[in-house]
């Protein structure tokens, strides 16, 4: 993967602002340690920080090439995974290649379907083109958002960036939050809005989107969302179709000239993908690699609960002896765990999931010394319905904002009388509901379902797949999600609750699709979430930080706080806080951890509030 930004003006000359164009780059660094380009004009300026996957010589960025008096310039992160089928489409209406990297293919792609290879290309990717003489800039972003793409406009200039801190570089664009994005903060953080930077002026390129500039304006459009349609296949051909495009989309994703490897918890989703990349890889006689995470003395302090009903670590070696991988098990201590919530925030430009992020990005940090690409299980439970919301039934808000009320009481009075928690979470709940894809006749029950299938994909999911990639792309690692294939998406939108509830088990349809290739204690096993830290030294070195932070007159936090409640958790027992206040695994120590967070953001970002 790797890093872009870009800054258009048509009525600057900008062939003078490399120096800032390339400052703007280099905080991109760690998404693309391996190289660095930038192109120069008059009113465009495009750099690229790349990681290497791909042909590492017919891949380099920014890449140029000609056609019909036209000149195209692109930068461009992600990965194409029908590279070989758009080679040879294009080869045949002409198009010549001098290596086997997809960066070429998208290009030729564009140049000759315009924004309608939008709709022709199958992967992850957000992407930037400059055509001239024309003056047309062309952005796109994938269909489910795995890969990031922020943009602003500034006077004359539109800037756009893989990720917010290469924008906040250029000395037009300030740190500044205004009321909406202190609402995103504390109502719905760490989730987002699509569409929504937080920062006053930034926004997102929503997935599934494309985006011109042009002397005429800014044009934005949606090239792909899901449809809703009557289902068709019975169970057993559902299961075969499930089974048949998962399969595929995870061998489509082998694709590296860099090693790779999976990341296998014992859990459902990991094993399947981890099942269907070991027969892969040793049909051409290679070992696949895999990687677990656990926490010191965590079996010590663990207590089951009905969001995290089991611990992993007994499962995981069933699985390494079947598949016969070479099985890496990594453990991460309570303390650098703490000290890694700093760095998670600089990963994300945000604070973030405390711990839970922290955790991936040391996690990342072992994998990459082996691997540079790796493959997840992230979004199975969002596609197929694995949370328990889906089947213990849902109240009429987003499920995964629990505890509202202490969202509202972590507020100063002056911020209290500025935002009400509870009425932003549902005006952003109502627009959602009413982005919904109908079907025509569904009856009530199933039309429910759809509407939380749809919440989940569209404003949960996006969460884990920021975390994923900005945890993992800070330290060089690339994280594939094949579950977010966009095929897969679309048929499984459209299965049945009663086949993804089969059996009266979650996830009930990809069960019974691997229920032959796979042990039965690993596929019927209660879901289990991303193993977090149940150390009470976590809690205690989190309650500290809290604490002295809130004795720091001088911290940017406490005029956004009620010093008094924080001080409160800070000092007491967190212990019987064990109620989630965000999705499954952020209680008590990740609600301190997650102030913490902000805390620091506001410092380090040096943000103006509005």
Same mark, same amino acid.
């Given at each position: 993967?790797?890093?872009?930004?870009?800054?258009?003006?048509?009525?600057?000359?900008?062939?003078?602002?490399?120096?800032?164009?390339?400052?703007?780059?280099?905080?991109?660094?760690?998404?693309?340690?391996?190289?660095?380009?930038?192109? $120069?004009?008059?009113?465009?300026?495009?750099?690229?920080?790349?990681?290497?996957?791909?042909?590492?010589?017919?891949?380099?960025?920014?890449?140029? &090439?000609?056609?019909?008096?036209?000149?195209?310039?692109?930068?461009?992160?992600?990965?194409?995974?029908?590279?070989?089928?758009?080679?040879?489409?294009? @080869?045949?209406?002409?198009?010549?290649?001098? +290596?086997?990297?997809?960066?070429?293919?998208?290009?030729?792609?564009?140049?000759? #379907?315009?924004?309608?290879?939008?709709? /022709?290309?199958?992967?992850?990717?957000?992407?930037?083109?400059?055509?001239?003489?024309?003056?047309?800039?062309?952005?796109?972003?994938?269909?489910?958002?795995?890969?990031?793409?922020?943009?602003? &406009?500034r006077g004359s200039s539109l800037f756009f960036a893989s990720e917010i801190k290469a924008l906040l570089a250029h000395p037009q664009i300030p740190a500044e939050v205004d009321r909406e994005g202190l609402a995103e903060l504390f109502a719905l953080g760490p989730g987002r809005t699509p569409g929504c930077g937080v920062f006053r002026g930034i926004e997102e390129l929503e997935p599934g989107h494309w985006? @011109?500039?042009?002397?005429? =304006?800014?044009?934005?459009?949606? *090239?792909?969302?899901? /449809?809703?349609?009557?289902?068709?296949?019975?169970?057993?051909?559902?299961?075969? %179709?499930?089974? *048949?495009?998962?399969?595929?989309?995870?061998?489509?994703?082998?694709?590296?000239?860099?090693?790779?490897?999976?990341?296998?918890?014992?859990?459902?989703?990991?094993?399947?993908?981890?099942? $269907?990349?070991?027969?892969?890889?040793?049909?051409?006689?290679?070992?696949?690699?895999?990687?677990?995470?656990?926490?010191?003395?965590?079996?010590?302090?663990?207590?089951?609960?009905?969001?995290?009903?089991?611990?992993?670590?007994?499962?995981?070696?069933?699985?390494?002896?079947?598949? +016969? @991988?070479?099985?890496?098990?990594?453990?991460? =201590?309570?303390?650098?765990?703490?000290?890694?919530?700093?760095?998670?925030?600089?990963? /994300?430009?945000?604070?973030?999931?405390?711990?839970?992020?922290?955790?991936?990005?040391?996690?990342?940090?072992?994998?990459?010394?082996?691997? @540079?690409?790796?493959?997840?299980?992230?979004?199975?439970?969002?596609? !197929? +319905?694995?949370?328990?919301?889906?089947?213990?039934?849902?109240?009429?808000? !987003?499920? #995964?904002?629990?505890?509202?009320?202490?969202?509202?009481?972590?507020?100063?009075?002056?911020?209290?009388?500025?935002?009400?928690?509870?009425?932003?979470?549902?005006?952003?709940?109502?627009?959602?509901?009413?982005?919904?894809?109908?079907?025509? +006749?569904?009856?009530?029950?199933?039309?429910?379902?759809?509407?939380?299938?749809?919440?989940?994909?569209?404003?949960?999911?996006?969460?884990?797949?920021?975390?994923?990639? &900005?945890?993992?792309?800070?330290?060089?690692?690339? $994280? /594939?999600?094949?579950?977010?294939?966009?095929?897969?998406?679309?048929?499984?939108?459209? $299965?049945?609750?009663?086949?993804?509830?089969?059996?009266?088990?979650?996830?009930?349809?990809?069960?019974?699709?691997?229920?032959?290739?796979?042990?039965?204690?690993?596929? #019927?096993?209660?879901?289990?979430?991303?193993?977090?830290?149940?150390?009470?030294?976590?809690?205690?070195?989190?309650?500290? %930080?809290m604490l002295s932070i809130l004795k720091d007159k001088t911290s940017p936090l406490l005029p956004l706080v009620d010093v008094n409640f924080v001080a409160e958790l800070a000092a007491g027992d967190l212990s019987s806080f064990n109620q989630?206040? !965000?999705?499954?695994?952020?209680?008590?120590?990740?609600?301190?951890?997650?102030?913490?967070?902000?805390?620091?953001?506001?410092?380090?970002?040096?943000?103006?509030?509005?």
């Amino acid at each position: 993967m790797c890093g872009i930004v870009g800054w258009l003006d048509y009525e600057q000359d900008l062939s003078g602002q490399k120096t800032i164009i390339q400052k703007m780059a280099q905080t991109l660094a760690p998404r693309g340690p391996d190289q660095e380009g930038a192109f $120069i004009s008059r009113h465009a300026l495009l750099a690229h920080r790349r990681l290497i996957v791909v042909d590492p010589q017919g891949g380099l960025q920014p890449m140029s &090439r000609s056609r019909g008096g036209n000149d195209y310039h692109l930068i461009y992160n992600g990965e194409l995974y029908n590279t070989p089928q758009l080679r040879r489409e294009l @080869t045949a209406l002409g198009h010549s290649f001098l +290596g086997h990297s997809d960066t070429e293919v998208l290009l030729a792609a564009y140049m000759q #379907w315009g924004a309608d290879c939008m709709r /022709r290309l199958d992967g992850i990717f957000a992407f930037a083109i400059w055509q001239e003489p024309a003056g047309i800039l062309f952005l796109g972003r994938d269909r489910l958002g795995v890969k990031p793409l922020f943009f602003t &406009r500034r006077g004359s200039s539109l800037f756009f960036a893989s990720e917010i801190k290469a924008l906040l570089a250029h000395p037009q664009i300030p740190a500044e939050v205004d009321r909406e994005g202190l609402a995103e903060l504390f109502a719905l953080g760490p989730g987002r809005t699509p569409g929504c930077g937080v920062f006053r002026g930034i926004e997102e390129l929503e997935p599934g989107h494309w985006l @011109t500039m042009s002397h005429s =304006g800014m044009r934005k459009e949606r *090239y792909w969302q899901l /449809r809703s349609l009557p289902h068709q296949d019975d169970l057993p051909s559902t299961v075969e %179709k499930v089974r *048949y495009l998962l399969t595929d989309a995870v061998q489509r994703q082998l694709v590296s000239d860099m090693p790779l490897c999976t990341l296998l918890s014992g859990g459902l989703d990991s094993s399947v993908l981890s099942f $269907i990349a070991a027969e892969a890889l040793r049909e051409k006689g290679q070992v696949l690699n895999t990687y677990s995470i656990d926490y010191k003395e965590n079996q010590r302090f663990f207590q089951a609960n009905s969001y995290q009903p089991q611990m992993d670590a007994a499962f995981v070696p069933l699985m390494v002896s079947q598949l +016969g @991988t070479k099985h890496h098990s990594v453990l991460i =201590g309570n303390r650098e765990l703490v000290a890694a919530l700093e760095q998670a925030v600089r990963a /994300r430009d945000l604070p973030g999931m405390a711990d839970i992020d922290a955790s991936l990005y040391l996690f990342s940090c072992q994998i990459k010394k082996e691997s @540079t690409v790796a493959l997840s299980g992230e979004c199975a439970d969002e596609l !197929f +319905g694995g949370y328990p919301w889906f089947y213990r039934g849902a109240s009429d808000t !987003f499920p #995964w904002y629990q505890k509202t009320e202490i969202r509202q009481k972590l507020l100063s009075a002056e911020l209290k009388d500025k935002l009400n928690v509870k009425e932003y979470i549902a005006f952003r709940y109502r627009q959602a509901l009413s982005q919904v894809p109908r079907l025509e +006749g569904e009856a009530a029950p199933e039309a429910r379902m759809r509407e939380l299938f749809y919440l989940n994909l569209t404003r949960w999911m996006p969460v884990l797949l920021d975390r994923k990639d &900005r945890m993992s792309m800070a330290t060089g690692l690339e $994280i /594939r999600v094949p579950f977010c294939d966009h095929h897969l998406a679309e048929y499984v939108w459209n $299965i049945p609750w009663e086949y993804k509830y089969h059996r009266r088990q979650p996830k009930g349809v990809l069960r019974e699709a691997f229920a032959q290739m796979l042990p039965s204690q690993i596929v #019927w096993r209660k879901n289990s979430p991303y193993p977090k830290t149940h150390h009470p030294v976590y809690c205690q070195l989190v309650q500290r %930080k809290m604490l002295s932070i809130l004795k720091d007159k001088t911290s940017p936090l406490l005029p956004l706080v009620d010093v008094n409640f924080v001080a409160e958790l800070a000092a007491g027992d967190l212990s019987s806080f064990n109620q989630p206040w !965000f999705g499954q695994l952020m209680s008590g120590p990740q609600l301190l951890a997650y102030l913490v967070q902000t805390e620091q953001w506001l410092r380090e970002y040096k943000v103006s509030i509005l």
